[in-house]
C-alpha cells in the first residue's frame, strides 16, 4: 500500500489521522472526505477498534521512508494510495498489525516473553503517559538547561536552550492546528524572527529525502518492523518542497520530546565534562525531589570514605532513619539506546554495563557500612534504588534478573566480603515513574513499595502501577508537581507566554 502513497500526501493524511482522534478533531475534519469516515473514529478512544495508535503511525511515516514506489505500467499510470480517505490510514494500521503479529510469530514466539514486554513497554508507554507536562519540561531544563551544558548548546547551535524550548512548544502549537506551517508574517506577530526558526529546525528537522535515506540506512538491520528505529525522535519535523519551505510533522507531540529529553542528543558531543556536568544535575534534581517530598527522615549526598589505602564514595543519595541507612539511591543519566530498547540481545547495549555497575555500587556499600569503614549503620530492612533519566528495565524482568546476576558475579570477583547479607533488594526507577509515585507517596508507604517490588509476585511491576494498586481507594489526595512554579526561572517563556482566558 505505501508504495502506492505520495510522501507529502501521506504524511498529511498521519498528521489528520492523529488529530482526528484527538480532543480537538476539527483540525483535520476538513482534510477527510467525511464520507469515508466511519462512526466512532473520531476522537476514538483506545480500546476502539477504529482507534490508530500514535506508534502505529510513527511507524508508518518510517515505513514511508523505506518502501520503494511502485514503477510506472506501460500506460504510463499508476494507482495511488488516497490522501483524504481515513479508510487509507486504517487500511494501512490494519496491514502493519497483521505485519507484526506475523513476523512475532514466525521469529520471536520461542523468545524471551518477557524480554519482548519490555520492548512493547518501550515502544508503547510513553505515548500512553504523555509528553505534553510541566514535569517534563521542568526535569530536562533542570538537567540540560543550566550551567556547562546549556553553555556548550547556546555556543554549539548559535541559540539558548530557553529560546529553543520556546520555539519548539510554538512550532509544537501550530502543528498541532495545522498540517504544514511556512515562513511567513505569523511568526513576526509571535516575535519571533524565521532565522531563529530555522536554528530549531536544523536541530529537530530533516528534508524528507534526507530523513529517507536516514531511514533507510538505520532500519535495514533491523528484521521485526516493530523493533526499528524512529527517525520521528531525532527529527520529528519533515521539510517538503524545492528549498524544505514546507514544514510538517505527523506527530506534532514528538517535537516536545526533541526540546526536552532529546536535547541530549545537542549536547552528548560535548564530551566527558559536559556528561559528568549533566549527570550531577540529576542528581540534583533527584535529591532535591525526594528530600523535599518526603519529609520525615533524613537525607544526605553523596559522601567520601576510606578503606585504606582506597578512598570510595557513597551512594548519590541516602535516607538515614533514626541515624541508619533505610534507602541508598544511584542515579544514572544514560539515555537508553536504540539497541538497548529493542535489540536482539539488549544486554550487549551500551548503558546496561552501567545498570550492573549501579548495583554493585550499592551492594558494596551496605557491605563497607557493615565491616565499619563508612561510619553509617544499616536498617535491617534497608533497600537500594537504581534511580534512572529514561525508563530502563520497564516490565523487562528477564533483563532485570540478568543486570543482577552480572553485579552478582562483578562482586564475587571484585570483592569477595560483599556477603548475602549485604547484597540488599534493589529496585529499578525511572523519574517520571518516581514522580507519579511521590505525588501521593509517604515515606512509609514509598519504603513498604520498593520491598515490594521486590516480592515474588510483584516483581517487573512498574513501581507507580504497583503502589496504585496496593493502596488503592486508601490513596491521598494527589499533590502537584513540586517545582511547576519554578518552571519559569528555568526556561523564562513559560512565564512569559499568554494565558488561556
Known sequence: MLEAAGNEEFIQLLWATRMLQTDTPDVARKYFDPSTIPDGAIGAEFSNRLSIKQWEIETLANELMTVPKA?????????????????????????????????????KSQQDIFIEMGRIAARQFDWQRGFVNIPQFYRNAYVYGQGECASYFEKTHGISLNRFSQIGFMLFVCLMNFPVIRDNATWATLDVKWEEVEKVLALIALPYPNAAKLARERRRKVIHTAD???????????????NGERVRAPLPELILERVTSGVFYDVVGGGGAIRDDYGRRFE??????????????????????????????????????????????????????????????????????????????????????????????????????????????????????????DAKDMADQKDPQIM????????????????????VATHTSFKAALIESNSDEKIGWRLDTMF?????????????????????????????????S
Open 71 to 107: 514503477k510506472l505500467r506501460k500506460s504510463g499510470k499508476v494507482r495511488t494510495l488516497r490522501w483524504d480517505h481515513f479508510q487509507s490510514s486504517l487500511s494501512c494500521a490494519n496491514w502493519l498489525r497483521d505485519l507484526e503479529n506475523a513476523e512475532f510469530c514466525i521469529q
Open 468 to 500: 496504585r494498586n496496593a493502596n488503592g481507594d486508601d490513596l491521598p489526595e494527589k499533590r502537584g508537581y513540586l517545582y511547576a512554579d519554578d518552571l519559569g526561572r528555568l526556561l523564562p517563556w513559560w512565564d512569559d507566554r499568554p494565558k488561556r
Open 284 to 405: 540534583d534534581y533527584c535529591f532535591r525531589y525526594l528530600s523535599e517530598t518526603l519529609a520525615g527522615p533524613e537525607w544526605e549526598r553523596e559522601f567520601s570514605y576510606k578503606k585504606k589505602p582506597q578512598s570510595f564514595a557513597s551512594p548519590d543519595i541516602l535516607c538515614m532513619v533514626d541515624g541508619d541507612i533505610d534507602i541508598a539511591v544511584e542515579c544514572k543519566a544514560t539515555r537508553m539506546s536504540q539497541e538497548a530498547m529493542f535489540g536482539k540481545d539488549p544486554m550487549a547495549a551500551r548503558g546496561y554495563e552501567d545498570m550492573t555497575k549501579a548495583v554493585f555500587q550499592l551492594w558494596r556499600f551496605f557491605s563497607h557500612c557493615r565491616r565499619g569503614f563508612t561510619g553509617r549503620g544499616v536498617r535491617d530492612d534497608a533497600v537500594g534504588v537504581v534511580l534512572t533519566l529514561n525508563n530502563w528495565l520497564e516490565m523487562a524482568e528477564s533483563l532485570r534478573r540478568k543486570v543482577l546476576e
Open 420 to 439: 548475602a547479607v549485604d547484597r540488599r533488594p534493589i529496585t529499578f526507577v525511572a523519574a517520571p515513574e518516581l514522580e507519579r509515585v511521590l505525588s
Open 228 to 242: 526499528k528505529p524512529s527517525i520521528l525522535r531525532q527529527a520529528p519535523c519533515l521539510r517538503f518542497g524545492k
